[in-house]
């Protein structure tokens, strides 16, 4: 995850792509991490989607051209079966 976490930061390089982080409620295993991701993936919206149980984090990054909203992101976790308790975004 932490690998991960670093290609994300380099991706967040590109000029237009917000790199959104969210704190999810209700995770405890590897399958709550798969739900997560398919669901934040399914958007057309995100990209270098990475879900992190130790963190209890989701992390993506906005495809260029395209906004997803605070409500969409808390849809999609909730569609997964969780709660986001918190949404950050960086340029
Ligand atoms: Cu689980």
Known sequence: MKIASVFLLLASFSVFASKVEVD?????????????????????????????????????????????????????IKRAGYEATKITRRQ
């Open 24 to 76: 999810v409620k209700g995770m405890t295993c590897g399958m709550c991490v798969e739900a997560i991701t398919k669901e934040l993936k399914s958007t057309d919206k995100t990209e270098n989607v990475s879900v992190s149980l130790d963190d209890k984090k989701a992390t993506f990054a906005e495809i260029k051209g395209k906004k997803i909203s605070d409500h969409e992101v808390r849809e999609a």
